[in-house]
């Protein structure tokens, strides 16, 4: 099955500046990488995603690349505020299933 | 609010016992999909069901089980529970079947076992 890696588990920022989560997965048949943001005690919820034919899409502060060749894609948040601070998942698709990364603990510092 | 709802938000029982969770997806939406998030283990992907039928597995244990019936909600029964099966379970929807479409996740059932 797959297996996806994601770091660093913990993440401060300045409010601000930019934040980047890398994740990386096992198996290149994965074709669909969403991420998801997560506050305390609430439900995951899908901030942007990207299918395996493109390598890059943006919406508004938030970006996500995608390298198939090396089998890892990126969340890049810029201009960060206190209210991205939340657990961030990573996850791939492979065989109608998706497996997530451990996530990301972000917090902006005021 | 993602449109998925989930019943009840919070359980708590004891060893051994049998509880069901029920899932009820958006309006449209003909998968279903459910999670267990443990504090340790992340959000590991348990069963799908597309339009009544199981359509992908995932670790799920033995113990648990899952339907959707025709009015498409879910519901996942879990028995001769464990301390280890308290986890926060979540249901997630969406239009498509299989992994590669957009999940929606409703709020979870937060499970103690005692």
């Known amino acids: 099955g797959e297996n996806v890696e994601q770091h660093p588990s913990t993440l401060s920022v300045q409010e601000g500046d930019s934040a980047v989560i890398k994740c990386t997965y096992s198996d290149s048949a994965s074709n669909y990488f969403p991420w998801y943001k997560q506050e305390l005690g609430k439900r995951p919820q899908l901030i942007i995603d990207?299918?395996?034919?493109?390598g890059e899409k943006k919406d508004q502060r938030i970006a996500v690349t995608l390298n198939k060749t090396a089998k890892h894609f990126s969340l890049h948040i810029t201009e960060t505020q206190p209210e991205d601070s939340a657990v961030y998942f990573c996850?791939?698709?492979?065989?109608?299933?998706?497996?997530f990364g451990t996530g990301t603990r972000l917090t902006i510092i005021p | 609010d993602s449109g998925v709802t989930q019943t009840p938000k919070h359980l708590i029982t004891a060893t051994g016992q049998r509880v069901t969770l029920r899932c009820s997806p958006r309006?449209?939406?003909?998968?279903v999909y459910w999670y267990q998030q443990s504090l340790d283990q992340g959000l590991q992907f348990l069963i799908q069901?597309?339009?009544?039928?199981?359509?992908a597995k995932g670790n799920i244990l033995e113990r648990f089980s899952a339907q959707q019936f025709p009015d498409l909600h879910s519901e996942l029964n879990l028995s001769s529970l464990e301390l280890g099966d308290s986890a926060l379970y979540f249901c997630?929807?969406?239009?498509?079947?299989?992994?590669?479409?957009?999940?929606?996740f409703g709020p979870g059932t937060r499970l103690t076992v005692t």
């Open positions: 309006s449209g939406d003909l998968s």
């Open positions: 069901y597309y339009n009544g039928e199981e359509r």
């Open positions: 990207i299918r395996s034919n493109v």
């Open positions: 996850a791939a698709s492979l065989n109608e299933k998706l497996t």
């Open positions: 997630a929807s969406s239009v498509n079947p299989g992994g590669a479409y957009e999940q929606y």
